[in-house]
């Protein structure tokens, strides 16, 4: 193995259309501190929090290489790593305190990591990790629900990444009658085809749209858009009812929920790995994904994937992404 690897990074915070918002760098290989896997990436996926991260954290000349979801190949270990061997494939979404995975090779603690769905080639398995994390923890963390949970659960951008799981979890690993919002055909079929029970147009009078498919409200709401919203939540939830939020709105207020007492969450999938590195609750948490998908109960969410892993690759995700009109996961393979 060389010293040194293919990174794409960026130095500045610029428009994507901008040559320069990513480009192609040669870093050194890292070497594992003690609970480190050193992977040889095969794919990534890029979310969101990739573009967030691009636009608003001006790293001022510094090189900073982003990139959360990946999957590939164990290369080497730490001496205190005891969870898997080189060789194993595997698949995570990492922490965000840390070098990203658009690299040639990437740098994870053994505790955040799943073996890879043995049914999965990698660039599948790359699209789960983050999103499934994210909507794993909102039902069974943010809720605190049980395995044979009822009442209704509204996901709005249904179509959207974690929604695109969250569907799947919700009707595999729950009683709940699941709402799916997504606004054109296209998106609509992509959630009906996921097993929501009723898919609706998050544009226009929400209230009214979500009515028709629950007259009597729901119980359980989650949002990655929530500004301009919350009186929304407040009408549609019954009394007691529970929001969990993944975006970051400016200046929230949430007083129109206090009335029926309801509840608002956030979840974040990286509190753990910033707070609690010791806690193999993601490994655990991988680990059941990759067996319900291995039983054909769940799929992957990859909907576009790009290759080779390079600036030019990953500016065209990032566009798409900050488009918020992509349905599933987009994924670039390093090939």
């Known amino acids: 193995m060389t010293n040194t690897m293919h990174a794409v990074a960026y130095r500045a915070s610029l428009p994507i259309d901008n040559p320069d918002s990513l480009i192609d760098v040669e870093l050194p290989v890292p070497e594992p501190a003690p609970h480190d896997l050193l992977v040889r990436v095969s794919a990534v996926s890029v979310n969101p929090v990739d573009v967030k991260v691009r636009a608003g954290n001006d790293p001022a000349g510094a090189t900073k290489v982003l990139g959360y979801d990946a999957a590939g190949v164990v290369e080497a270990v730490g001496a205190d790593v005891t969870l898997f061997i080189p060789g194993d494939a595997v698949y995570y979404a990492g922490s965000i305190d840390r070098p990203g995975t658009n690299a040639d090779f990437h740098l994870v603690d053994e505790r955040l990591v799943g073996h890879l769905p043995k049914t ?86 929400l209230t009214a749209n979500v009515r028709v498919a629950a007259p009597e409200g729901v119980d359980y709401v989650f949002t990655p858009h929530s500004r301009g919203n919350v009186d929304a939540f407040a009408a549609l939830l019954r009394p007691g009812g529970h929001v969990t939020a993944i975006d970051e709105p400016d200046a929230l207020d949430l007083l129109p929920l206090k009335a029926k007492s309801l509840s608002w969450h956030w979840e974040f999938m990286f509190t753990r790995p ?41 500016r065209e995700a990032h566009r798409l992404v900050e488009t918020g009109q992509t349905i599933g996961k987009i994924v670039v393979t390093n090939t």
């Open 120 to 205: 999965l080639d990698f660039a599948h398995a790359a699209a789960l990790p983050l999103t499934a994390i994210t909507a794993w923890e909102t039902l069974f963390d943010r809720f605190a629900l049980g395995r044979q949970a009822t009442g209704t659960l509204l996901i709005l951008g249904a179509a959207g990444g974690v929604g695109s799981i969250l569907v799947q979890l919700a009707r595999t690993l729950t009683n709940l009658t699941v709402i799916g919002t997504a606004s054109r055909p296209d998106s609509q079929a992509w959630v009906s085809g996921l097993g929501a029970h009723h898919v609706v147009d998050h544009h226009g009078d």
């Open 274 to 314: 910033l707070f609690a590195p010791a806690d193999p609750a993601h490994h655990v948490l991988l680990g059941d994904v990759a067996r319900l998908v291995d039983k054909g109960t769940i799929r992957s969410t990859l909907t576009t994937q790009l290759q080779p892993m390079n600036a030019d690759t990953l």
